[in-house]
């Protein structure tokens, strides 16, 4: 079974940067598609970012492309998500997640794509 583990979440100013890691045990991410997604309380998850199990296929939404870089370290078997030039509208819990299914431009951004969640690391950024 596995276990996602998310850290580096905290509070930051305006146009500040936060990196956030996701640690998996018990699979290894190589063989995984894996993304972040955040979610505001009383609102719906959305993906932030996604990167492919080869690795090569990274994808991120809109609202945080140029300023968000998702990556992976297969010797740590994790997830990093470096987030620049942060806003107010950044602020939620991010979550980590995983799939076995290859994720393309057509599913990376559905909750229904990914099988396994971490508990989620809270980031809030002051105006």
């Known amino acids: 079974q596995v276990h996602l583990v998310e850290s580096g979440g905290g509070l930051v100013q305006r146009g500040g940067s936060l990196r956030l890691s996701c640690v998996a045990s018990?699979?290894?991410?190589?063989?995984?598609?894996m993304a972040w997604f955040r979610q505001v309380p009383g609102k719906e998850r959305h993906v932030v970012a996604a990167i492919s199990e080869s690795g090569r296929s990274l994808y991120y939404a809109d609202s945080v492309k140029g300023r968000f870089r998702i990556s992976r370290d297969i010797v740590k078997n994790s997830v990093d998500l470096q987030m620049n030039a942060l806003e107010p509208e950044d602020t939620a819990v991010y979550y980590c997640a995983m799939t076995q299914v290859s994720i393309f431009s057509g599913n990376y951004d559905s909750l229904e794509t990914y099988h396994d969640w971490g508990q989620g690391t809270r980031v809030t950024v002051a105006p």
């Open positions: 018990g699979r290894a991410i190589r063989d995984h598609s």
